[in-house]
């Protein structure tokens, strides 16, 4: 049986906030199996978040093995970030490259997903895979609890002598007609709640993101970067 992916990246910054002051980053892999994913949420008190959040998500998409050796793929991410950060940017004030030195942080959820719909998650802090099947929640991982979200989640630290967090673990089965969503901690905390995913579900991805600003508006989903990057699993006709 031939399978594919369809997905779908929502991505929008704090209300009040430009474009350009997302620190959320999401990333994509599909030519091919496996199906590789990442969504990853900058942490806003550290200095250049958001690029420390995109280094992090195309890292693990880019590299079909990044788990194999994590230490190694930790340190290819901070390297690559400390290139791009000792490039000199005449715009920024002094005291920008000092906060850099002071690192960046950033939770991290990866996923990979195989055509016999087998998939693996990775996860450093308070990112959710939430798996879907028949148009309901199935399935929310690391963190199925709306009220667990806490303001000190683990994070990947971009400094070279910052240790390495666990990573959490885990493997799943997607059916024909099952979908992998991968949420940043604002939009799954929101998703959590009694019927949220699967009135999301029964919506055409291209309105889930006015729904989404809608509650973001409402105070219903906490006023945060959100991401949201799903994977429709289908048999071909």
């Known amino acids: 049986m ?23 980053a ?24 958001g690029s420390w959040a995109r280094t992090v998500a195309t890292a693990y ?3 079909a093995d990044a788990m194999a050796d994590r ?3 930790l340190g290819a991410c901070r390297s690559a970030w400390a290139a791009r950060m000792s490039q000199p940017d005449a715009s920024l004030p002094w005291y920008a490259a000092a906060k ?14 195989r055509a016999d719909g087998a998939y693996t ?15 309901a929640l199935h399935r ?27 990573v959490q673990t885990t493997a799943g089965q997607a059916k024909p007609g099952d979908q992998l969503w991968l949420a940043t901690d604002a939009v799954a905390a929101y998703l959590l709640r009694p019927q949220r995913a699967a009135a999301l579900a029964r919506t055409r991805p291209e309105e ?9 508006a409402n105070g219903e989903l906490r006023n945060d970067d959100s991401t949201l990057l799903t994977l429709s699993f289908s048999a071909d006709a």
Request: negative net charge.
């Open 2 to 24: 031939a399978v594919t992916v369809a997905s779908h990246i929502i991505a929008f910054p704090k209300a009040g906030h430009a474009a350009d002051e997302y620190e959320d």
């Open 26 to 49: 999401s990333a994509l892999a599909a030519q091919g199996w496996p199906v590789r994913a990442a969504v990853t949420d900058g942490a806003t008190e550290s200095a250049f978040a």
């Open 61 to 63: 998409v880019n590299h």
């Open 71 to 73: 230490e190694a793929w």
């Open 100 to 113: 850099a030195e002071e690192g960046a942080h950033a939770a991290f959820l990866g996923s990979s997903l």
């Open 121 to 135: 998650a990775h996860a450093v802090g308070d990112c959710c895979l939430l798996h879907l099947h028949d148009g």
């Open 140 to 166: 929310a991982w690391p963190i199925a609890d709306p009220a667990a979200f806490t303001h000190h989640p683990a994070l990947l630290s971009s400094r070279p002598d910052a240790a390495m967090p666990d």
């Open 208 to 216: 889930r993101e006015a729904i989404l600003r809608a509650a973001q």
